[in-house]
Every structure is written in C-alpha cells, then in structure tokens.
C-alpha cells in the first residue's frame, strides 16, 4: 500500500498519468505481487468543495481553500489490505447558543493507483477530547456525489443535529484498492483551529499512530497542509 498522493514525499518517485501525479513509496506490500501503498497523492487542485445546491441548506462551516495539490489517504479497504485502513479527521466548532443540524459533508479528494470510485463513503462526527478526536457521536455510510475523487455526501432527512461546542469530522472512502485503487482527502495550506488528525490503527503503514495523532507528525510534513478540506451544510438554529 502506498499512503498518499503527493508532488513531493519522502517515500515516491513521481509516475505522470495524465494531470495526477502518482507516489511510488518503498512501503512494502502485505504479500508478494501486491502493488505496494502510500500515504500522500498529488493531483489538480480543485480550489474547494463541491458545490451542491438543495433544499434550503446553507454553508455552516468550510475548510476548503488554498487547496495544496496534497490529499492524505483516508480509505477502508477490502479484508486483504485491513492492516493499512487510515482515517484523517479535522475539528470545527458549533457556535455558542445555537444548533446545527448538518445535512451534507462535501470532501474534496482524488483517486490514485486507480481511478476509483468509491463503493461509499463513511462519515464519522467525534467529540473533541484534549484536541484530538475523542467520544463518536456519529457516523453515516452514504454513496454521495462523486467527481473524481471530490464528494458531496448527503446525510439524509433527519441529518446529523449537533449543539455548540467543538467536534470533528472524518471523512473516509469504502473502496476496495484491487478494483479502485485509493483516496486521497485533499489538504488545505492554511491551518484552522486545531490541526488535522489521523490514524491508522492496523499499523501497515509503518509510521506509527494506530491511534489518533496529528497528522503532520505522524507522516512528517512533506507538502501537504496541515488540515483537510471540507464544508459542512445545513441548517443553524
């Protein structure tokens, strides 16, 4: 497995198909003939989140600007590949004295070693604990829109109601790497609230955090931004 898309790591040379280019990391694979896996992907920046008109939701929250061209894998894999499972995750905050009930998650992302797509999409909201992602609130397994890589995930009717306070939401992409290959979440260059997070608890990447850390110190900043890319929609009350 390879970690990521990336225009510069410190594990890939770079392969051109097209306007992606691709990491070729030195990770070794679980079993022999296997492609191997990276954390980092570069690609074409998309500038922000998919912009999906419905109903009367409005922007609550977005994180998406000053795209870096760097996503961050954060992907379910088939049972093969269960050691190299990641999830990324960044915070947001619920103003004081109001609620949101959030009725859409849009993730710009890209696909590499593969051109996906995405069986479905998870979306995880967590409680924020010391400044990492804490006590899950919930989680919703949707097939949102899908442009290359970008989705804009609808969360249903009833939505995902939050009071004020801090939390985080992780984006993370059901795909089987031997017929889609991997997701990279796009980072931002600007950093807001707290940096990003990520985790990969089965290890198979080799560079530590089985449980959340900050995601820049457990890959070690190689061009990416230090959060991910999303917009929250819905409704505030």
Request: proline residues 3%.
């Amino acid at each position: 497995m390879r970690l990521a898309h990336s225009k510069s790591a410190r594990i890939f040379g770079a392969v051109t198909a097209g306007a992606v280019a691709v990491t070729i990391g030195a990770l070794a694979a679980p079993s022999a003939g296997a492609a191997n896996h990276t954390v980092r992907v570069s690609g074409t920046s998309h500038g922000g989140a998919a912009a999906v008109k419905g109903g009367s939701s409005t922007i609550l929250f977005q994180n998406a600007t000053d795209d870096t061209g760097v996503g961050i894998v954060s992907q379910n894999f088939e049972t093969t590949f269960d050691q190299y499972d990641a999830q990324g995750a960044d915070d947001f905050k619920v103003p004081k004295g109001h609620t949101w009930k959030i009725k859409e998650v849009d993730a710009p992302g890209v696909y590499f070693n593969g051109s996906g797509p995405a069986t479905s999409e998870t979306v995880y909201f967590y409680k924020n604990s010391s400044g990492l992602p804490g006590a899950l609130v919930k989680s919703k397994t949707k097939t949102g829109g899908d442009t290359a890589g970008t989705f804009a995930i609808k969360l249903g009717r009833k939505g995902v109601k939050l009071s004020s306070g801090k939390y985080w939401v992780s984006v993370q992409a059901n795909m089987d790497f031997s017929t889609g290959g991997e997701w990279g979440w796009e980072t931002p260059a600007t950093q807001t609230g707290l940096a990003a997070a990520w985790q990969n608890p089965g290890g198979g990447f080799g560079v530590g955090c089985q449980t959340w850390g900050v995601m820049q110190t457990c890959l070690g900043a190689q061009g990416e931004g230090p959060d991910f890319e999303f917009t929250l929609k819905g409704v505030q009350s």
